[in-house]
Nanobody
């Protein structure tokens, strides 16, 4: 089991960049596909990006390709989300999550992720 904790949210202006971090406690972090999701008020939680166990493969929501980059450092049990050229519509609570053990790649479904962080708020002002 992995317990993620997100860091790095905040208030930024449109066009700015922000990097979110997710530190995961628990053993065998490198055994889990990790993902980022987000949820704006009144909307469903939506997939942002996922990264394979080794970090060699990444997968993104089509609408975010080119602006967001997911990465991980297994030595530090940490996964990152670099967000560039932020827009007001990126405003949301961002969640880090670990996919169910043994999940196939890619894993983008919300219900395929078992362990969730508490979320970090990102607000982009226009």
């Amino acid at each position: 089991q992995v317990q993620p904790v997100e860091y790095g949210g905040g208030l930024v202006q449109a066009g700015d960049s922000l990097r979110l971090s997710c530190a995961a406690s628990g053993r065998a972090f490198s055994s889990y596909i990790m993902g980022w999701f987000r949820q704006a008020p009144g909307t469903e939680r939506e997939f942002v990006a996922a990264i394979s166990r080794s970090g060699g493969n990444t997968y993104y929501a089509d609408s975010l390709k080119g602006r967001f980059t997911i990465s991980r450092d297994n030595a530090k049990n940490t996964v990152y989300l670099q967000m560039n050229s932020l827009k007001s519509e990126d405003t949301a609570v961002y969640y880090c999550a670990a996919a169910a053990y043994g999940s196939s790649w890619p894993t983008a479904g919300r219900y395929d992720y078992d362990d969730w962080g508490q979320g970090t708020q990102v607000t982009v002002s226009s």
